[in-house]
Nanobody
Framework: QVQLEESGGGLVQTGDSLRLSCIFF????????MAWFRQAPGNQRELVAV???????YEEDSVKGRFTISRDHAKKTVYLQMNSLKPEDTAVYYC????????????WGQGTQVTVSS
């Protein structure tokens, strides 16, 4: 069983930066793809960024160039560095993981709120 614990959200102003962290518990971290999703009020949950065990990354177009996903295998942690934050980045951010052999993200954190004021 995998457990994910997020931290790092908060209230910031437009243009500020935040770094979200997600600690992975329970299985072999190197066997899991890690991702960040977000959900704003009234919107569907959307994929923000993905990182594979081999460090291949994907960032959604609206955050490309501003957000960076990374992982530390020694600390079993995935990060989302968010720079140049905009009000439209306001959402609950969720960490998720899936085994490299599966299609769906089976494990989710509890979410951390990010609020960007204008």
């Amino acid at each position: 069983q995998v457990q994910l614990e997020e931290s790092g959200g908060g209230l910031v102003q437009t243009g500020d930066s935040l770094r979200l962290s997600c600690i992975f518990f329970g299985q072999t971290f190197a066997n899991y793809v890690m991702a960040w999703f977000r959900q704003a009020p009234g919107n569907q949950r959307e994929l923000v960024a993905v990182i594979t065990p081999g460090w291949s990354t994907y960032e959604e177009d609206s955050v490309k160039g501003r957000f960076t996903i990374s992982r530390d295998h020694a600390k079993k942690t995935v990060y989302l560095q968010m720079n140049s934050l905009k009000p439209e980045d306001t959402a609950v951010y969720y960490c998720a993981s899936k085994h490299i052999s599966t299609s769906n993200y089976d494990y989710w954190g509890q979410g951390t709120q990010v609020t960007v004021s204008s």
